[in-house]
């Protein structure tokens, strides 16, 4: 029995030039056009696959002349899918299959669309790329970093918001900002004896202001290779308190060596490019530079960002953590996520972190505001 033409073409799109060519034949000129297109990118996972199958080594400029000019596949794919389509293959084309060449034309680069993934591949290549691309490079790590300042910053400052301010006019007039006593005291000319009612001609209301928090925020950042969502997150985070009066905040990248980037707070996109992806994990030494950094014990928080997978000895750390609980450091462990915001670390040496007087759970950036409040008060 032949399965019906829209099986089959279903089927090609899948099977791509694997397919037989009786279903070659059966594509109209725009499903061919959407062949080419995703053949640009899936077709490399089926050439890797026989190659590697072969035993053979990829040729250099694997583009075939039957292939599309990467400007050209942009074009493409911009015109005949959605958007979220567009970006997904986009995101396939880095992760998957490698096509760094998406990083080092500067061309297709104006022409892909800023998200995350992008940015991800950027900073993990930027040691590789092509001088010719770093503005282009530096414009869409600057575009995706002000999209997550701008969803996070709200939420940080509503967790870290302090008491009213009885002295400023509100800008919002809700019943939670309702000044009773001022609004007696504004209509007290209004007062009628013979009824015994006070007409309330003029409310009041009072405006929250920022508690002043003299408190020290000492973010140290795991940057091994697997750590990139948790180091673009923490940058960004650490860029937002770094702005909040009476918060002082150090930050500190760490893998084998430590590198202290607080001089860059100010500047989220050079932050990040300033991070060193890769290389081993030793969290002992960099917990005790931090260690070095306090001032006033019990105004600090080290929270430490790690998939806590020690490269030294475990006892060291454990040894450094102890001391800082001692001192009456309040020390935070922020558990790693993976890309799909699941947790990621080592639960044996988390628990043990525990057990030394580390508070540790596995958060999202707005929830990392929300109990760094619930300590500051």
Known sequence: MTPPDDVLIRWRMALG????SRIQDALTEQQRRIDRALEFVYGRGIMQR???ATGRERAAGSLDAAQLALPCWIGEMRALFPASVFEEVQGHALDRFGMAELLSDPEALTKLEPNRDLMKA???FKGRLDPRVAGPARTIVARVVEELVQKLKPKIERALSGARNRHARAAVKSAANFDIARTVRANLKNYDPGRGVLVAEKLVFTARQRRKLPWTVILAVDQSGSMLDNLIH???????????PSVVTRFIVFDTSIVDLTDRLSDPIELLFSVQLGGG???????AYCESLV???SRTVVALVSDFDE???VSDLLRVVKRLAAARVTTIGIAALDGNAAPAYNRDVAEKLAGAGMKIASMTPDRFAEWLSGIMR
């Open 295 to 297: 001032t006033d014990p």
């Open 17 to 20: 030039r694997s397919a037989e």
């Open 234 to 244: 923490a940058s960004v985070m650490a860029a937002i308190l770094s702005g909040m």
């Open 122 to 124: 950027l900073l993990a």
């Open 311 to 313: 490269g030294g000895p």
């Open 281 to 287: 994990t030793l969290i002992a030494p960099a917990l």
């Open 50 to 52: 026989r190659l590697r």
